[in-house]
Structures are given as structure tokens and as C-alpha cells.
């Protein structure tokens, strides 16, 4: 079992930025990738980004890209979403995921372990 720990979640205003960080601890040698997800109010959840164990591979939504940055620290086993020039429609619960599988398959929701989630609210 992988155990996935979200934080740095919080209130900022449109245009700032927010790093938000996920924890893995257990098997985490059975982990091929991560990938952050999220769920905006009455919206299903969607993926954001993604990214290999090894950080050689990595993958955005549109709606994101040149805007976030998914980046890991294996010594820390840590997941990192740095956010910036944030907007109104970013607000969500983001989820951590990790996967056995290659970035694709995390992409696709195909995902072995989900974190509890962490609230991220951009005002306008």
C-alpha cells in the first residue's frame, strides 16, 4: 500500500501563485508515476498534470500549461504542483495520484492510490 499526503493548499488571489505538495510513503518502489488531479464544484474531476517517478517524463492539461509546474523530490518521495498566474476557474480540491503505470495511464485516471485532497481557492 502507498499512502499519499496532500498539503499547502489555501486562499490566494488571481494571479499569484500557490505550491501545493504531495507525501508518498509505504511501497512506494511500486510507484511508476504521480500526477495531480482536480475537482471544481459540480464538475467531475480532470486531470492536470503528471509526471514519471524519475521526473523524465511529464505531462499538462492545456488549461495549464506555462502555468504549472509538476516537479519530484525521490529523496523526500514528494510530489510538488507549483501554480502560478492563478486564476478564478482554478479553484478545486487537488487530488494526488500515484500509479503503477506509465504517465499515460495516470493521465487517463488509470491511478492506484489517491490522496485525501487539498482545497485551493483563487479569488478574483
Known amino acids: 500500500q502507498v499512502q499519499l499526503v496532500e498539503s499547502g493548499g489555501g486562499l490566494v488571489q488571481a494571479g499569484g501563485s500557490l505550491k501545493v505538495s504531495c507525501a508518498a510513503s509505504?511501497?512506494?518502489?511500486?510507484?511508476?508515476?504521480m500526477g495531480w488531479f482536480r475537482q471544481a464544484p459540480g464538475k467531475e474531476r480532470e486531470s492536470v498534470a503528471a509526471?514519471?517517478?524519475?521526473?523524465?517524463?511529464?505531462w499538462y492539461a492545456d488549461s495549464v500549461k506555462g502555468r504549472f509546474t509538476i516537479s519530484t523530490d525521490n529523496a523526500k518521495n514528494t510530489v510538488y504542483l507549483q501554480m502560478t498566474s492563478l486564476k478564478p476557474e482554478d479553484t478545486a480540491v487537488y487530488y494526488c495520484?500515484?500509479?503503477?503505470?506509465?504517465?499515460?495511464?495516470?493521465?487517463?485516471?488509470?491511478?492506484?492510490?489517491w490522496g485525501q485532497g487539498t482545497q485551493v481557492n483563487v479569488s478574483s
Open positions: 509505504g511501497r512506494t518502489i511500486t510507484v511508476a508515476s
Open positions: 495520484a500515484a500509479g503503477r503505470g506509465a504517465v499515460s495511464r495516470v493521465v487517463a485516471g488509470t491511478v492506484d492510490y
Open positions: 509526471i514519471s517517478w524519475s521526473g523524465a517524463y511529464t
